[in-house]
């Protein structure tokens, strides 16, 4: 089956530090996605890409978040200049429409941040 | 709020006996889906019910929903120690909100 990919698995940076979490997608859809989920918390919608731009991002996703597919196969999540808040599991998704087609999710990204 | 609710928090069963799960949401939706996730992993995707669906089985999972009581349960048949994690509903059409899950413990 396919699958959605992240890398790194897990990241250890220090606070104030830029971290670029990858994702490569399923290869033939078209929605992008970023969540997070906080150790023991809920999961938390981040960001929506589609068409080479932001549909819809949370009061969670400040500037100091970016997102990029730099290509046709990579999707990025940049957090400009980390803070200890920051720490979490960052999941990618992808599915292939709005119309009720399944999102897939990768096995995630841990970030601490010290 | 938009989250989903779902109870129990918590569930322990003995190996062999069935689960079920409820997750209860407040808006209208187009599908809701099931997700597993294993301690510190992934989510994994189970099942997807379509607003004009009732209910559906995949293996030893049955789904069903309700949009007039805006609920949906999740019937784990016959469970195993294998099936031990987090269990989440998601809804929402461009992004997904998710439940507050429910966490099974299946005891060999």
């Known amino acids: 089956e396919p699958e959605v990919t992240q890398t790194p698995s897990h990241q250890v940076t220090q606070m104030g530090q830029e971290v670029i979490l990858r994702c490569v997608p399923i290869?033939?859809?078209?929605?992008f996605y970023w969540y997070r989920q906080i150790l023991g918390q809920k999961v938390e919608f981040l960001v929506s890409?589609?068409?080479?731009?932001?549909?819809?991002k949370s009061e969670i996703f400040d500037d100091q978040f970016s997102v990029e597919r730099p290509d046709g196969s990579n999707f990025t999540l940049k957090i400009r200049s980390t803070k200890l808040e920051d720490s979490a599991m960052y999941f990618c998704?992808?599915?292939?429409?709005?119309?009720?087609?399944?999102?897939?999710f990768g096995e995630g990204s841990w970030l601490t941040v010290v | 709020s938009q989250q989903g609710e779902e109870d129990p928090q918590a569930l322990s069963i003995q190996e062999g006996e069935n689960a079920t799960m409820n997750c209860s949401y407040k808006?209208?939706?187009?599908?809701l889906q099931w997700y597993r996730q294993n301690s510190g992993r992934g989510l994994v995707h189970l099942i997807l019910?379509?607003?004009?669906?009732r209910e559906k089985h995949s293996g030893r999972l049955r789904v069903t929903l309700d949009t007039s009581k805006k609920s949906s349960s999740l019937l784990i048949t016959a469970s195993r120690a294998a099936d031990t994690a987090s269990y989440f509903c998601?809804?929402?059409?461009?992004?997904?909100?998710f439940g507050t899950g429910t966490r099974l413990q299946v005891f060999p």
């Open positions: 998704a992808s599915s292939g429409d709005l119309s009720g087609n399944t999102i897939y």
């Open positions: 290869s033939n859809h078209l929605y």
């Open positions: 890409f589609y068409n080479n731009e932001i549909s819809e």
């Open positions: 808006t209208s939706i187009n599908n």
């Open positions: 019910i379509r607003s004009n669906e």
């Open positions: 998601a809804f929402g059409t461009d992004k997904l909100i």
